[in-house]
């Protein structure tokens, strides 16, 4: 079976079987990493591409993100490893204005397994609100989501608020979100950027020195 039928199921928000079509690839032997790159991320890469076009409106976007959620949280065991000793303290959150986390949930998921000790503190996160989790938890690094392109300044502005606050040098910054770039990161002064949720804990570990 090709994983064009789960990228089919997740834009036709086909819920009743996205567990068994993840099933059948484990089964036979798919990679995790490449059921969710492939299967699931393209799903709602298509996805996003309707609701640009005009033949997908929110409901439709919604119900498929809701069937990707359902697929990863089935998925979620194989994708991680499990880690008891902890490689440092990270925060994460999505930026005020901006109720994405499906790539929040995944790259909090990818860091847990990797040892990493998180404290996702949601969505729509208002700039003191980060400001606050970073005095009160001291971590070592603070991950940034944004996948609206206007709420994009808002990580600006949680970066100098946190100068502002005296806490900037104690913590590492990374960011990410679909319209993020490594441009848009190094303009805005975060120590880094990362395209996946991959990449996010490679460059968590780069801050930790491993
Ligand atoms: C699902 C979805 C929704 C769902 C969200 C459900 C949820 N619980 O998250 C709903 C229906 C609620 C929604 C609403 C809206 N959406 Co929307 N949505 C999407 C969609 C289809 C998929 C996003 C997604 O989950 N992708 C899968 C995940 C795995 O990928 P990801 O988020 O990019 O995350 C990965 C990386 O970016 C990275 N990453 C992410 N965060 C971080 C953080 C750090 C620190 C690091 C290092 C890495 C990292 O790692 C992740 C894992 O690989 C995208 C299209 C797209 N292809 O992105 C549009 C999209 C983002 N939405 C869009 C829009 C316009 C909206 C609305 C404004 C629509 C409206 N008119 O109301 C609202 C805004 C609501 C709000 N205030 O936030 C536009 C944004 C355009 C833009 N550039 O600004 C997009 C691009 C669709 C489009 N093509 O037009 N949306």
Not at 68 to 79: P, T
Not at 80 to 93: K, L, P, Q, R, W
């Amino acid at each position: 079976m090709g994983l064009e039928q789960l990228v089919a199921c997740v834009v036709e928000a086909d819920m009743d079987n996205v567990e068994d079509m993840i099933k059948k690839e484990l089964d036979a032997g798919t990679d995790p990493a490449v059921i969710l790159k492939d299967g699931l991320i393209n799903g709602m890469d298509v996805v996003g591409e309707q609701f640009e076009s005009g033949d997908f409106f929110l409901p439709e976007m919604l119900a498929a993100a809701l069937t990707m959620k359902a697929g990863v949280e089935y998925l979620k065991s194989h994708l991680v490893g499990d880690s008891n000793e902890s490689a440092g303290t990270v925060i994460v959150g999505t930026v005020e204005g901006d109720i994405h986390d499906i790539g929040k949930n995944l790259v909090t998921m990818m860091l847990e397994g990797a040892g990493f000790e998180v404290y996702d503190v949601g969505i729509d996160v208002a700039t003191e609100d980060f400001v606050k989790a970073v005095k009160e938890k001291n971590p070592q690094i603070l991950g940034l989501s944004s996948l609206l392109t206007n709420t994009m300044p808002s990580i600006k502005t949680v970066i100098a608020a946190l100068k502002e606050a005296g806490l900037r040098e104690q913590v590492k910054i990374m960011i990410g979100g679909a319209p993020v770039t490594q441009e848009f990161a190094d303009d805005v002064g975060a120590d880094g950027y990362a395209s996946d949720a991959a990449g996010a804990v490679a460059l968590a570990r780069g801050f930790m020195g491993n």
